[in-house]
């Protein structure tokens, strides 16, 4: 059994809105800064957004002002709201556990999801 489950990729044309959610135990939500990261085969993977065990939000720069990350009130279920979306936002998502990621970094990716993608259209 995978700890965290990942749900709601897919494909939108450019300023359309995609929400993807990620699942998983309490333990991983009350221990670590649970995160969305993006790849592509040009690009390294990047921190999107990520919220702390204690509330606390980071943004990737790229998306700040277009991606909101959120928690349910059991705290078993993170979502990320994506709109205006860009071809450039289109990429491999990971819902990811990471030490920490505060003050604009990234601490080190303790867990790594499966994975979904997203593909914005022009």
């Known amino acids: 059994q995978v700890p965290f489950v990942e749900s709601g990729g897919g494909s939108v044309q450019s300023g359309g809105s995609l929400r993807l959610s990620c699942s998983a135990s309490?333990?991983?939500?009350?221990?670590?800064?649970i995160a969305w990261f993006r790849e592509t085969p040009e690009m390294e993977r990047e921190g999107v957004a990520g919220?702390?065990?204690?509330?606390?939000?980071l943004y990737g720069d790229s998306v700040k002002g277009r991606f909101t990350i959120s928690r349910d009130n059991s705290k078993t279920t993170q979502y990320l709201e994506m709109e205006n979306l860009k071809p450039e936002d289109t990429a491999m998502y990971f819902c990811?556990?990471?030490?920490?990621?505060?003050?604009?970094?990234?601490?080190?990716?303790?867990?790594w999801g499966q994975g979904l993608q997203v593909t914005v259209t022009s």
């Open positions: 990811a556990a990471v030490a920490y990621c505060a003050e604009g970094r990234w601490g080190e990716v303790k867990y």
């Open positions: 309490r333990y991983w939500f009350n221990t670590y800064c």
């Open positions: 919220m702390a065990y204690d509330g606390g939000i």
